[in-house]
């Protein structure tokens, strides 16, 4: 499990130490898009961009559908749980925050009743 | 009732949370805006910060400021309050990093309990990420190297 683990996040950090790679992270968090679109858009070869979509698949951070003769990538679930975690964390910010304004709150009512 | 709080990020730039608190608007309307109650609550004692001083002048075009300490070090966090209408909203700026943020927060009373409702509106997208990256407007109790990964995730921009 722990050996996993860290396989799993030295893959992440080698896909993310790359500006394209950052890039098509940033262009998929937008919308879906093929690998032939995202050659275009960062002005590379087929070939060039279907070995940074490899790499960012093989962590997790994009999955990737043939649909006819294209293979349209989007952000895979690695990138969506670290998202989904960190508003989760914020929200129990919020929560631990609004149990202490509760206590103020309850006390306030009692001296005014 | 709802007791626990919402929290979404409703666009690139902004923030939203919300939860209904047992108390009249007007009293939680106060505990928003005398320094002596906000800093019993705005920094919840689990948590690694504490704050030093708080000073608030509560009124439209009154400024504020939110000393922390952390670790030995300290961070101030000011602004200026651009609407006041006890016991209702509340909006004022955050202006220490880059850009200004706004926060809008709104007090809707409901048969004696309140729902508040913050909105965090930040400069830029950029600005937003940047804070998500520094875990500024969040506590973990992740282990480091996860925290380090998520992180650097949510703070590529999207």
């Known amino acids: 499990m722990v050996q996993y683990l860290t396989a799993d996040l030295d893959a992440s950090f080698a896909a993310l130490s790359d500006s394209t790679r950052r890039g098509v992270l940033e262009h998929l968090g937008h919308a879906d898009a093929s690998i032939s679109d995202l050659a275009d858009r960062f002005e590379m070869t087929l070939t060039g961009m279907r070995k940074h979509v490899g790499v960012l698949e093989r962590a997790g951070l994009v999955t990737t559908r043939k649909v006819g003769r294209v293979r349209a990538c989007r952000l895979g679930p690695r990138q969506l749980a670290a998202e989904t975690a960190w508003i989760e964390r914020y929200r129990d910010a919020w929560d631990a925050r609004f149990a202490e304004l509760d206590r103020v709150i309850g006390e306030l009512k009692r001296k005014r009743r | ?158």
């Not at chain 2, 009732?1 to 990020?9: C, L, P």
């Not at chain 2, 919840?44 to 000393?67: E, H, N, W």
């Not at chain 2, 850009?99 to 909105?119: D, P, Q």
């Not at chain 2, 990420?129 to 969040?138: F, I, M, P």
Request: charged letters at 25%; one cysteine or more; glycine letters at 6%.
């Open chain 2, 1 to 158: 009732m709802d007791n626990t709080a919402t929290a979404e990020r409703i666009s690139d730039r902004e923030l939203m949370v919300s939860r209904t608190v047992n108390g009249p608007a007007r009293i939680v309307f106060e505990a928003w805006t005398r320094p002596e109650l906000f800093e019993r609550w705005w920094v919840p004692k689990s948590f690694p910060i504490s704050l030093l001083s708080c000073q608030m002048d509560v009124r439209v075009g009154g400024t504020y400021r939110l000393v922390f300490g952390h670790e030995g070090s300290t961070m101030d966090f000011f602004g200026r309050y651009l609407e006041v209408e006890p016991p209702s909203r509340l909006v004022w700026t955050n202006d220490e990093g880059d850009g200004e943020t706004v926060t809008t927060v709104t007090f809707e009373e409901i048969e004696g309990m309140t729902r508040v409702v913050v909105h965090d509106r930040y400069p830029s997208k950029e600005a937003l990420d940047a804070a998500v990256a520094e875990g500024s407007t969040a506590i973990s109790a992740m282990p480091e190297s996860l925290q380090q990964l998520d992180d650097l995730l949510v703070s590529l921009p999207r």
